[in-house]
């Protein structure tokens, strides 16, 4: 009887030391995430400097355009200058965009003084434009400066000697100038003044020969 009693007692224990284990069991458990990892942001895209018009002629302006610096900042532009390559179109000739070949004039220029080092203003866009005017013939490096992140954005440029202007196109044969238009003017001047002195002449004599006043 004891013994039955014991062996109750020890089966209601183990089933109530069981409850809390079981409920525990029964507790939703918390499921691993799915959801995607978050990509690493991207990395700023670096500034771009490019000119409007990459070969021009003394005389001309560079049109410098920047994009993608900080906003409402300052760049700080470089300018460098090399000598142009030896391997050129012909002599007094310089080739164009298209291919064509131009003549050129060689003429003396006084030096600009065109500075080497400056600053522009960049707007609320990241953008900035501004002109550069040459001082003498060359290949040209620009090299603008981010003032906030220092990243830094180049482009060339080349200035080849001024252009022989064309001379004006006539129609209908050689042009006539001054200086050829001298000599049949003073020709045909001549001319009729020695035809007036013949003709005063012919009076005369008919004159005489009609009052009997030639010689017999």
């Known amino acids: 009887m004891r013994l039955s009693r014991i062996i109750m007692a020890l089966t209601v224990g183990l089933a109530v030391a069981a409850v809390p284990t079981a409920a525990g069991a029964a507790q939703p458990q918390p499921q691993p995430s799915t959801s ?96 550069y005017r040459p001082d003498r013939i060359g290949r040209y490096t620009f090299t603008a400066r981010d003032a906030v992140t220092g990243q830094t954005a180049v482009t060339t440029g080349t200035v080849l000697p001024p252009r022989q202007p064309r001379p004006p196109h006539h129609h209908g044969g050689l042009p006539v100038t001054g200086s050829s238009l001298s000599t049949p003017m003073k020709l045909g001047g001549g001319l009729v003044g020695a035809g007036a002195v013949l003709l005063l002449l012919s009076l005369a004599w008919r004159r005489r020969g009609r009052f009997g006043l030639g010689s017999r």
């Open 36 to 131: 995607p990892t978050q990509p690493a942001p991207y990395p700023p895209q670096p500034p771009v400097l490019t000119l409007d018009d990459p070969t021009i002629f003394l005389g001309q302006t560079f049109t410098l355009r920047g994009s993608g610096f900080t906003p409402n900042t300052t760049a700080t532009i470089d300018v460098t200058v090399s000598d142009l390559p030896a391997a050129a179109p012909a002599a007094g000739t310089a080739r164009q965009s298209d291919g064509s070949t131009v003549a050129l004039a060689p003429v003396a220029y006084v030096l600009l003084s065109a500075p080497l080092h400056f600053t522009v203003q960049v707007d609320q866009n990241g953008n900035f434009t501004t002109t």
